[in-house]
């Protein structure tokens, strides 16, 4: 057993709704800690540097691979994404949950490099409202929406990696049931 605080990593397709879950059981649980992820994609409106992600330069991103600054990477729709590692360790040393919010790629190496870590899938209720929640978004490109739907497929097949899927067909209900399992242990 680790004297750590537990590491809840989040994953599932784009549109899947892991943000508002995330930010409910946030809600719930104030205690957790998000981590705040680097990416090398553009603000979406709204988005605040250090608040949302830390928007990085491509050569700001090289320079966090090659020394070991990320506990995780990986490219997704064009765009590169991570979890700058000495935030995880300094909080999880503290003995405050870390909650990551990240895509299936990531939490492949979180899986290799963190054996305590606790990985929860999130699924759509079906592929039809993945759909639809992707494109109400309003924020890309049909050709981005595009790529995201073929990365989904790919993704949810991944589901049986993980230590828990939980689906998301209700948020309050689904923000619970993480909680319940990542951080109590029950379920």
Same mark, same amino acid.
């Given at each position: 057993?680790s004297?750590?605080?537990?590491?809840i990593?989040?994953?599932g397709?784009?549109?899947v709704g892991?943000?508002t879950v995330v930010t +409910?059981a946030?809600? #719930?649980?104030?205690?957790?800690? *998000?981590s705040v992820s %680097?990416t090398t994609r553009?603000? @979406?409106? $709204?988005?605040?540097n250090g608040?949302?992600?830390?928007?990085?330069?491509q050569e +700001?991103f090289d320079? #966090?691979?090659?020394?070991g600054? *990320?506990?995780?990477? %990986?490219?997704?729709?064009?765009? @590169?994404? $991570?979890?700058?590692r000495?935030?995880v360790a300094a909080h999880?040393m503290?003995g405050?949950?870390v909650l #990551?919010?990240?895509?299936?790629?990531?939490?492949?190496?979180v899986?290799?490099?963190?054996?305590?870590?606790?990985l929860?899938?999130?699924a759509?209720?079906?592929?039809?409202?993945?759909e639809e929640?992707l494109r109400?978004?309003g924020?890309?490109?049909?050709a981005v929406v595009a790529?995201r739907?073929e990365?989904?497929?790919?993704?949810?097949?991944?589901a049986?990696e993980f230590?828990?899927?939980?689906?998301?067909?209700?948020v309050?209900q689904c923000a619970?049931?993480l909680?319940?399992?990542?951080?109590?242990g029950?379920g």
């Open positions: 057993m004297d750590l605080a537990p590491l990593v989040v994953s397709p784009s549109g892991k943000s +409910e946030l809600r #719930l649980d104030p205690s957790i800690w *998000l %680097a553009s603000p @979406r409106p $709204g988005e605040v608040e949302h992600y830390f928007f990085l330069s +700001e320079e #966090l691979v090659a020394t600054g *990320l506990l995780e990477w %990986a490219e997704y729709a064009g765009n @590169r994404y $991570g979890t700058p000495e935030a999880r503290a405050q949950p #990551l919010e990240i895509e299936v790629q990531g939490a492949r190496q899986r290799s490099s963190v054996a305590d870590a606790t929860v899938f999130l759509p209720p079906t592929a039809e409202i993945l929640r109400n978004r924020t890309e490109e049909e790529a739907l990365v989904a497929t790919a993704e949810l097949a991944a049986g230590d828990v899927v939980l689906v998301n067909a209700e309050g619970q049931a909680l319940d399992f990542a951080i109590r029950i």
